[in-house]
C-alpha cells in the first residue's frame, strides 16, 4: 500500500499527539529512562514476558511475532494470539479508559494477522493490573470504528507540522516532550 508504512505502535500517539512520534524517533537511541515517564516505564515492564517470549512455552500462542499488513501499509508486533482458539490479546498495564488508540492497534493487529493467514475470531484487550479482560467487537463488526480507523490512517499519512497546534491542553500537560515542543498548546498562550 505505502512506501512508508506506519509503526502499530504509533497509532495510538498519533492520536494523542502526532509531534510525540518525532520526539519518540529522536529519543530512539536514548536511555529510555532517561525520557520516560512512570505510566511508560511500568507499561514496558509488563510486556517484558511477552516481549521476551516468555508468556507461554505452547507453540500455538504465538507471542511478540512481527506482522505486517500491506492493505494498509502498517507493521509492528503483536502481543499474543493463540492459534487454537484465535483470540488476538493486546495487554496494557492498567486499562482505565478503553481509547479509540487502543482497538486501532488491534485492529492493526487483526488485519495484518488475518492477511498472513491466521484464523482470528475473537480481539481483546486485557489490564494485566487488575486482571479484567474487554472483549472488542472484530472491526466487521464494527462499522463506525473501522471507519474511524480508515480515517485515521488517512490523517496519518496526509499529516503534516505546517500550520498544527495541538489545541487540548490536558494533552499537553500530560506530555513529558511539552517542555521542548514548539506545538504545545501551552506555547501559543505565551
Avoid: W
Avoid at 499488513?69 to 486499562?95: A, C, H, P, Q, W
Avoid at 480507523?149 to 516532550?177: P, V
Amino acid at each position: 500500500m505505502s512506501e512508508n508504512p506506519i509503526a502499530i505502535s504509533n497509532l495510538n500517539d498519533f492520536i494523542f499527539c502526532p509531534v510525540s512520534i518525532y520526539f519518540h524517533l529522536l529519543d530512539y537511541e536514548t536511555e529510555k529512562l532517561t525520557y520516560q515517564n512512570g505510566s511508560q516505564i511500568n507499561g514496558t515492564a509488563a510486556h517484558e514476558s511477552v516481549d521476551s517470549g516468555r508468556y507461554s512455552d505452547l507453540k500455538t500462542v504465538l507471542q511478540a511475532i512481527p506482522v505486517y499488513s500491506e492493505k494498509y501499509g502498517l507493521f509492528g508486533k503483536i502481543d499474543i494470539f493463540d492459534v487454537n482458539s484465535g483470540v488476538l490479546t493486546e495487554r496494557k498495564k492498567k486499562i482505565a479508559n478503553i481509547y479509540d488508540g487502543y482497538v486501532f492497534q488491534l485492529y492493526a493487529q487483526y488485519f495484518s494477522l488475518c492477511e498472513m493467514g491466521y484464523d482470528v475470531r475473537q480481539i481483546r484487550l486485557h489490564s494485566m493490573d487488575d486482571n479484567k479482560t474487554y472483549p472488542i467487537s472484530l472491526p466487521e463488526e464494527d462499522a463506525e470504528m473501522l471507519a474511524k480507523f480508515e480515517r485515521l490512517m488517512e490523517e496519518i499519512r496526509n499529516f503534516s507540522f505546517d500550520g498544527f497546534r495541538q489545541l487540548n491542553f490536558l494533552k499537553c500537560r500530560r506530555c513529558i516532550y511539552e517542555p521542548l515542543c514548539s506545538f504545545s498548546c501551552e506555547k501559543s498562550e505565551e
